[in-house]
């Protein structure tokens, strides 16, 4: 199990590193949001992978899951939501500004919106 | 008494000087000579004592992590410094009241000196290898700002910069050596660094460390290769040159030689490095002050050359060359700082420092030639002024040296060329300028110096010849005193007179005395010979070295920050792997002790959707909508993971993230184009590939690696505290609410930032909006769909219910304030998209941003609300209540925390959301209401 979890974890950082290198705006925040997918889970993972663990204390169980990384993740997700946010709109902004979306603000070949 | 007065009267004093006006210069003058006159009052208390041989030391911690204190100490070596800088220093005081124009700022030149002397002083005093550096750069700066008081000068600028290059980059150099010596001895405190010899000089470091200290002390004092920054130092003010670079500064470095010397010295690498610089210096510098037109330039040269002569003394490997080095240092000082007063004098009466132009002055300024003539003579080493016995000193003691072994008369014979040199400089300038015909035709017409601008100078040149006359009684106390300091041993009996009998070294001298004449008068013979060379500026060439250094860096700065962020994300990732990767390949094994956990069917099934939607968001990222589709896939299965791993909080956190993530990345979709056109080369796609699989395998092995090794986790305390201590059964939330509540505070603060940034952003984009989707469809006119409008509306007063539940239970069960808020923004995203921006604002009139902001004071004032208990910040505190129809609850002030944070998450979320979705009702044209009017 450890090892396909690793194995997820690898593709989906390889998946979002590559889109993270494209040079439009919209593959590169949806890879920076893929890489975060894997970021949290391999972040998760450190306090090792615990199945059928309690979810609240319930006198003294030692099998209750480390709850470290996950308060640690769950503030990741939330602040992880919010630079998603703030790069999209950026990349809006910066298409409106420069009328390009490309991520070094070419303003090369870049064909406006059909107009149809 | 605090010796630490000596170092800081004039440092604070410097700020008095500029509280008085320019005009006033009287008052300014006695400003800056009263602090002083205190610290000198201070000096000449100790000075019995330490006279007698007691060294005061003192110290106040600083920095006990570095090791760095305020240490200062009071020794024979010091106190000789001390009355140097001190004594000659409110001599320029005086002098430079005079000196200096009507039209020049006398408040900032003596606030620059006065700090400057006590950075000088810092150094002479410091107990502490660290402070000791500390001050040394201080007068690295005071000096820069010294030499560039005239600012408007070119030259000034410019030799500013230049000295400050030089003695900086020798500064760091120190730096690195006493760190290094600090590491090989264990302490930075200057007794226990002395007293370590033995330890310093077996150490494989020693040659690093002896050379970085002398880098240090050689572009401070100018020695030979890097002398060149001192003659363009001279477009100073005279009176900085004359404290500066004759008395003080540059013997920072030759001051340096002899405080390191017992824990350096008496190696052959220094009997070689500092002996041979020596020498070299000496002769470079005599023969370039013999050619000198201008009478600062032939001074500088001069001081180059006379320090050359101290260091080839420190050099040498017997203790009474050392004592002759001090001894020189302190007659230098003095007959330099002489002169240098003349030669502001002259400049100030006559407009010119030119020797040509100069010529019988001794008839209108006869005070003037005499300071001169004795300052002269005590350079030239004639007998019966001072400079006579410590160059006699000299050339006793490299008769003695084994530096060059077997060619070590070379040693001696060099040495009087030196003062063979030094003598006809000195009769060129003095005779030149003085005597040497009738008076010329000069820019200013030439009359006498005010009295007290040439009182110095008579000091000081009447010092001269007590010391030249009377050395047993006026130096001997001293010498012995600063002797015993930096030989770490008893200084031999000393023996100053005047008169040693018919011996080698009188001998020399005479050769010196009358060949240094006979240069003179044929010196003609010498110009000749050296107009044949090409001028070469050090300058110039300095200035042309940084403006190649300074492209050299454009040129690199330009190929790595190129402005392409696809290029940065290529630096970084190759680091990544550069450091990751290194890091691996120095594992033994990646595959740990643990066991290997089963595989289920499920867990195969949710793996191998993962990867396969997390390959199709990459390979279809063309095709964005598909892409994005795929991209939720991914993130589903995420939060199922976590569901699978027991961590119910992130899956329920992971899920209306994922919600939200979702519309946020649509909408935007919306106005950005639907698809990516194909530009990518092949090679750069396989390239790309290349990296990502290599970062996938790395990020895919340390996993495993972690993975399959036992853990030790610091979570225990957590579990164990959480019921006790925070009153919670949900320990993340309590992690979140409670024990790292701060981080808690420092992430929802930076939440409500974004959100606030993306406001701003918003604010006033002119987006075009498309009228069709990428295949030439249009976009559906019916904007609120019945069904959407029905479901929402009878699902908000439900999953506002639900989040209240999830907020309120969050302490004990899975839940919290960042869930239930992401539960709420959810529910009213689902109303803004079924009934549209402009019903839900006119049913809803309250603004999102003040309720972020004020989520995130909740949150705040809740932490500092527990000051007022008297407990630390964030602080929390719990108890049961009960209330009727529900029973027995259970409350922490962590719920009001967590309230903070709740406010914060609907607030940031719906910010962003609502705001970008005004976009799309904005009134403004479009092609479709275009089309419409036609």
Known sequence: MEALFSMTTGVLAACGLFLALRGRTFPVVV?????????????????????????????????????????????????????????????????????????????????REESS | MPLLLIVLLPLVGSLLPIMSSNERRSACTALAAAPVLIALAVALYHTGAVLDGEVFRQAYSWIPALDLSLAVRLDGLSLLFVLLILGIGLLIIVYARYYLLASDNAPRFYAFLLLFMAAMLGIVMADNLLLLWFFWELTSLSSFLLIGYWYHQSEARKGARMALTVTGAGGLALLAGFLL????????????????????????????????????AF?????????????????????????????????????????????????????????????????????????????????????????????????????????????????????????????????????????????????????????????????????????????????????????LGGLAWLIPTLAT?????????????????FFHGPLPELPKTAHAPPKLMIAPGLLLAALCLVIGIMPALSVTALLTAAGNAALAAETPELHLTVWHGLNLPLLMSAVAL????????????????????????????????????????????????????????????????CLVGGTLLGATELRGPLPLQPLDGLIIAGAGMTIFAGLATALLHRRRLISLLMLSIVGLMTSLAFARFSAPDLALTQLAVEVVTMILLMLALFFLPQRTPKESSAPRILRDVLLASAFGGIVASLNFAVLTRPLESISHFFIAQSVPGGGGHNVVNVILVDFRG??????????????????????????????????????????????????????????????????????????????????TAVALILLYIAH???????????????????????????GLGSWAFGYPFLTSTFGHFHVPLIGDIELATALLFDLGVYLTVVGATLMILANLGKLTTAHRPSKQKDKEKA
């Open chain 2, 514 to 577: 009358i060949g240094g004449v006979a240069l003179y008068w044929q010196r003609r013979h010498l110009f000749a010979f050296q107009r044949q060379f090409g001028a070469r500026d050090a300058r110039r060439l300095f200035e042309a070295s940084v403006q190649s250094l300074v492209h050299g860096t454009q040129r690199l700065i330009d190929t790595l920050e190129n402005g392409s962020l696809q290029r940065y994300m290529l630096w970084l990732v190759i680091t990544i792997l």
């Open chain 2, 836 to 862: 549209g921006v402009d019903w839900c604002q006119q049913r809803m009139s309250f603004q999102y941003q003040p309720l972020a902001v004020a989520g995130v004071g909740v949150a705040a004032l809740t």
């Open chain 2, 742 to 823: 701060f981080d808690t505070l420092g992430e929802i603060t930076v939440l409500c930032i974004a959100a606030v940034g993306i406001y701003k952003l918003l604010n006033r984009l002119r987006l075009f909006m498309p009228s069709s989707d990428a295949e030439g469809r249009p976009w559906s006119r019916d904007r609120h769909p019945l069904i959407l409008i029905s479901v929402s509306q009878t699902i908000l007063p439900l999953a506002l219910l639900v989040s209240i539940f999830i907020f309120l239970r969050g302490h004990n069960a899975p839940g919290g304030g960042f869930i239930a808020g992401l539960v």
């Open chain 2, 181 to 216: 010596l600090g590491h090989i001895v264990g302490s930075y405190d200057l007794q226990v660094v002395l007293d370590s010899r033995d330890m310093i000089q077996a150490d494989p470091r020693y040659l690093p460390a002896l050379l970085l200290v002398l880098a240090g």
């Open chain 2, 219 to 403: 572009t401070k004092s100018a020695q030979f290769p890097f002398q060149f920054w001192l003659p363009h130092a001279m477009a100073a003010p005279t009176p900085v040159s004359a404290f500066l670079h004759s008395a003080t500064m540059v013997k920072a470095g030759v001051f340096l030689l002899a405080r390191m010397h017992p824990a350096l010295a008496g190696s052959p690498e220094w009997l070689y490095l500092v002996g041979l610089t020596g020498l070299v210096t000496l002769l470079y510098g005599a023969y370039f002050a013999l050619l000198k037109y201008d009478l600062k330039g032939v001074l500088a040269n001069s001081t180059i050359s006379h320090l050359g002569l101290i260091t080839l003394l420190l050099g040498l490997d017997s203790d009474m060359a050392t004592i002759a080095a001090l001894f020189h240092i302190l007659n230098h000082a003095i007959f330099k700082a002489a002169l240098f007063m003349t030669a502001g004098i002259l400049d100030h009466e006559t407009g010119t420092r030119d020797i040509r132009k100069l010529q019988g002055l001794w008839r209108v300024m006869p005070l003037t030639a005499a300071v001169a003539v004795i300052a002269g003579a005590a350079m030239a080493g004639v007998p019966y002024f001072n400079g006579f016995l410590s160059k006699e000193m000299l050339l006793k003691e490299t008769l003695d040296t084994h530096l």
């Open chain 1, 31 to 111: 890879g920076l949001t893929l890489l975060s997918y894997a970021v949290n889970l391999f972040l998760f993972s450190m306090g090792g992978l615990t199945t059928d663990g309690a979810v609240v204390i319930e006198g003294h169980g030692s099998d209750y899951a480390d709850p470290l990384p996950q308060a640690l993740v769950l503030t990741a997700i939330v602040i992880g939501f919010a630079m998603t946010a703030f790069s999209v709109i950026l990349a809006m902004r910066a298409r409106g500004d420069l009328g390009s979306d490309h991520v070094n603000g070419n303003r090369l070949d870049e064909p």
């Open chain 2, 417 to 433: 060329l030196g003062s063979l040199l030094s003598a006809a400089y000195a009769v060129r300038l003095v005779y030149n300028v």
